[in-house]
């Protein structure tokens, strides 16, 4: 199973609605204190799925990513 990484800063961004989808839909998710991605997390919303960047314009364009690459 993927291992989906997201950064506690970013739920600025609103990322902890996205966190509390996937989690309620059993993936593997962790919020790390600080992913050293700063200048992006000042930008948007992102994770790191599989150590892969993923970022969008919105959480809820977020979650529908993660979720595009999650089935491929």
Same mark, same amino acid.
């Given at each position: 199973?993927?291992?989906?990484? #997201? @950064?506690?800063?970013?739920?600025?961004?609103?990322?902890?609605? /996205?966190?509390?989808?996937?989690?309620?839909? =059993?993936?593997?998710?962790?919020?790390?204190?600080?992913?050293? #991605? @700063?200048?992006?997390?000042?930008?948007?919303?992102?994770?790191? /799925?599989?150590?892969?960047?993923?970022?969008? =314009?919105?959480?809820?364009?977020?979650?529908?990513?993660?979720?595009?690459?999650?089935?491929?």
């Amino acid at each position: 199973m993927a291992l989906i990484l #997201f @950064c506690e800063n970013n739920f600025s961004q609103g990322t902890e609605e /996205v966190v509390n989808k996937l989690r309620d839909e =059993d993936y593997d998710v962790e919020v790390e204190s600080c992913l050293g #991605f @700063c200048g992006d997390c000042a930008v948007g919303p992102y994770a790191l /799925v599989d150590d892969e960047f993923i970022q969008a =314009d919105t959480p809820d364009d977020l979650y529908e990513m993660i979720k595009d690459y999650l089935d491929n």
